[in-house]
Nanobody, 124 residues
Framework: QVQLVESGGGLVQAGGSLRLSCAAS????????MGWFRQAPGKEREFVAA????????YYADSVKGRFTISRDNAKNTKYLQMDSLKPEDTAVYYC?????????????????WGQGTQVTVSS
């Protein structure tokens, strides 16, 4: 079992930056990958970024590539999403997730554990 606790969301102006954190506990050694998803009002939950447990493979949605960076601190068992050059269309609830087994990494249905979500609002 894996438990996830998120922090770092808030209100920021367009062009600004935020850093989201997701502290993981439990059997994270059994996880295949960790990911970030987001969901805007009235929209489907969409893939943002993912990082594999073994190695340093990372994946990004085209909409955030070059602006967002996913990383992991093994000593703190924490995953981060550095968000730079934020745009109003980035406004959404952001969720961290853990995927236990190999499979399609960009689908929410492929993940087994989820955080509570944190609101990110980008104005102007």
């Amino acid at each position: 079992q894996v438990q996830l606790v998120e922090s770092g969301g808030g209100l920021v102006q367009a062009g600004g930056s935020l850093r989201l954190s997701c502290a993981a506990s439990g059997r994270t050694f059994s996880s295949y990958a960790m990911g970030w998803f987001r969901q805007a009002p009235g929209k489907e939950r969409e893939f943002v970024a993912a990082i594999t447990w073994n190695g340093a493979n990372t994946y990004y949605a085209d909409s955030v590539k070059g602006r967002f960076t996913i990383s992991r601190d093994n000593a703190k068992n924490t995953k981060y999403l550095q968000m730079d050059s934020l745009k109003p269309e980035d406004t959404a609830v952001y969720y961290c997730a853990v995927k236990r087994f190999s499979g399609i990494y960009y689908s929410p249905s492929g993940y087994d554990y989820w955080g509570q979500g944190t609101q990110v609002t980008v104005s102007s």
